[in-house]
């Protein structure tokens, strides 16, 4: 079968497994957008429920350019809802496309709560920003031929989440 990891079978251009990939990333892309845009428009509780429902959308929209320039390298920054069709989008580098994925997951590691109420599972926190800008980190890094500052990055978020988030606290077995 098709299998994510079969590159040559999955990833051939007679499947359509790319294809779906793209159009998946891309419209939790315009979600994000289409939610942020219409922060205003709402009635919300608090200013800070608000603030959250806007760092979940900047942490959704991180992951997918993250995905997106591990796959296809650098790709279109769509960073803004729009109802009109365009056409006429140019592909950024994939430096350019994790530029954009570290941006939106530094501002939602900033809002984003570090602890989640037990009825909360599967939500965004603060850690799981902080994983996602480890990775984009290391990758921007590599991408840049060997940014140590970038690594530097990588490592401080991956340290983050190993200290506030460990797997594993005690031995089992």
Request: proline share 3%; with cysteine; glycine share 6%.
């Amino acid at each position: 079968g098709e299998h994510f990891s079969n590159i040559k079978g999955a990833w051939s251009t007679d499947k359509s497994l790319p294809k779906d990939f793209w159009d998946k990333f891309y419209k939790i892309i315009s979600y994000s957008n289409l939610a942020i845009s219409q922060l205003d428009n709402v009635e919300w509780d608090s200013e800070a429920t608000k603030a959250r429902a806007n760092a979940e959308a900047l942490f959704l929209r991180g992951v997918c350019y993250l995905r997106l320039a591990e796959l296809y390298g650098g790709v279109p920054l769509v960073l803004e809802y729009s109802e009109t069709p365009n056409f006429g989008y140019t592909r950024a580098s994939r430096v350019e496309t994790y530029n954009a994925a570290i941006t939106d997951l530094k501002a939602a590691y900033d809002k984003l709560p570090a602890s989640l109420a037990q009825n909360e599972s599967g939500r965004a926190s603060k850690w799981a920003a902080a994983f996602f800008l480890s990775e984009a980190y290391l990758g921007l890094g590599v991408e840049e031929n060997d940014s140590k500052a970038d690594f530097e990055n990588s490592a401080k978020y991956a340290q983050e989440v190993l200290t506030n988030r460990p797997l594993m606290t005690e031995r089992f077995g």
